[in-house]
């Protein structure tokens, strides 16, 4: 099952560290995107709507420079 590889991974990773688990990424943040896109599952209404917001910022970025 793929959210048990995905603990598995986290779980190997946080032993190569040394250190103590990390806390994932909170949800409507480029990281939280990033592990769903990873995950290849649908993002939730938090992560969509950043996702917007940061494609907005391209979009009008890509305006201005032109
Ligand atoms: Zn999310």
Known sequence: MAASDAERARRYRD?????????????????????HE?????????????RNRIQREKYAARRARS
């Open 38 to 50: 990873r995950d290849a599952e649908p993002l939730c209404d938090a992560c969509r709507l950043e």
């Open 15 to 35: 032993k190569q560290r040394g250190g103590p688990p990390r806390s994932p990424a909170p949800h409507g943040t480029a990281a939280a995107i990033k592990r």
